[in-house]
C-alpha cells in the first residue's frame, strides 16, 4: 500500500529567489545554499524564469551554451541529490538566443523548452527567438508541460491534448499583475484538469521592478494547495497523480473539448 501511494505522488519543491542582476556565479551561489536545505524525498526542484540573470535584454552579455557552467550545474545537482532540476536561462544556439526552460533528470537526461510568446511591451521579441513547439516531459510516471511566463496568457498553446497530469509554469510576473498571475494559472489548471506549479521570483531588478512571488501549486479544481509568501526560500509540496484521475474519471471536461489542430 505504501508503496503504491509513493508511486501515484510526486513531491515537489518550488524555489523563489530574489535573483541577482545579469550575475551568474552570486546566482548560482545563492540556488546551491538553498537546494542544500531541500529534503532528500523531494523527487523535483523548480526554479524559476531566467534563474541566473533577472529579466534582461542583455542577451549576449548573460547567454550560455547548453555545455555551459549552469546546465552542468544543474546536472551536477541532480545526479548528487537525485532529484530532477528545472527552470530557464538564456542560452545561445547557432547564433540565436532563446529563453530557455532546461529540465534535467537524475541520471542526466535532458529536455528542453524555449519560450514560445515573447513579451513584446519589453522587447523581449526584439532580443530573443521564439520557440516553435510544445515539449513533453515524461517523469516518474507524470506527464509534464513546461511553460515560461507570458505563455501562460495564451490558452489555446498549452490546451491539454497531450494528457499531461503537471503544467510548470516559471516566471519573473511583476507584483503590479499579481493578481493575473495567480487568477491565469488557476484558470489553466481548471481548465486543462491539471495540476500547475507556478514558480516566480521576488525582490526588485535593476530596471526598477517589483516581483512579490506568489509561487504556488494549484489542484485540478483551481484550488491553491501551496502558496509562498514574499520571501525569498523553498516551499515543499507533494501531489497526487490518483486524486487528479479519480477526478478526471468522475468528472472529465476534456473529451468534450473541441478538436482543432494549431496553426
Request: proline share 3%.
Amino acid at each position: 500500500m505504501k508503496k503504491m501511494e509513493k508511486k501515484n505522488k510526486l513531491i515537489i519543491a518550488i524555489i523563489q529567489p530574489d535573483i541577482v542582476w545579469e550575475d551568474a556565479d552570486s546566482n548560482r551561489f545563492i540556488l546551491t545554499n538553498l537546494i542544500a536545505e531541500i529534503p532528500k524525498e523531494v523527487d523535483l526542484v523548480i526554479m524559476p524564469e531566467v534563474f541566473v540573470s533577472g529579466f534582461t535584454m542583455n542577451a549576449a552579455k548573460v547567454a550560455e551554451k547548453m555545455i555551459g557552467s549552469t546546465v552542468t550545474w544543474m546536472k551536477e545537482i541532480a545526479a548528487e541529490r537525485k532529484f530532477a532540476l528545472c527552470g530557464s536561462l538564456i542560452i545561445k544556439e547557432k547564433g540565436l538566443y532563446y529563453n530557455r526552460f532546461v529540465w534535467v533528470s537524475p541520471n542526466g537526461d535532458t529536455f528542453t523548452y524555449d519560450k514560445r510568446h515573447l513579451f513584446t511591451i519589453e522587447k523581449e521579441t526584439k532580443n530573443y527567438t521564439n520557440g516553435k513547439s510544445l515539449t513533453l516531459i515524461e517523469y516518474k510516471g507524470w506527464k509534464i508541460l513546461p511553460q515560461i511566463c507570458y505563455d501562460v496568457r495564451f490558452p489555446e498553446w498549452n490546451r491539454n491534448t497531450q494528457g499531461y497530469d503537471l503544467m510548470i509554469d516559471v516566471a519573473n510576473w511583476p507584483a503590479v499583475r499579481r493578481k493575473v498571475w495567480i487568477i491565469l494559472n488557476k484558470a489553466r489548471a481548471i481548465e486543462n484538469q491539471c495540476y500547475v506549479a507556478a514558480v516566480n521570483r521576488i525582490g526588485k531588478d535593476d530596471n526598477s521592478i517589483d516581483y512579490s512571488g506568489d509561487s504556488m501549486i494549484i489542484d485540478f479544481k483551481g484550488k491553491p494547495i501551496l502558496k509562498a509568501k514574499n520571501e525569498e526560500g523553498f516551499f515543499i509540496k507533494s501531489i497526487n497523480k490518483e486524486k487528479l484521475n479519480a477526478f478526471r474519471r468522475k468528472f472529465n471536461t476534456l473529451i468534450d473539448a473541441d478538436d482543432f489542430k494549431l496553426l
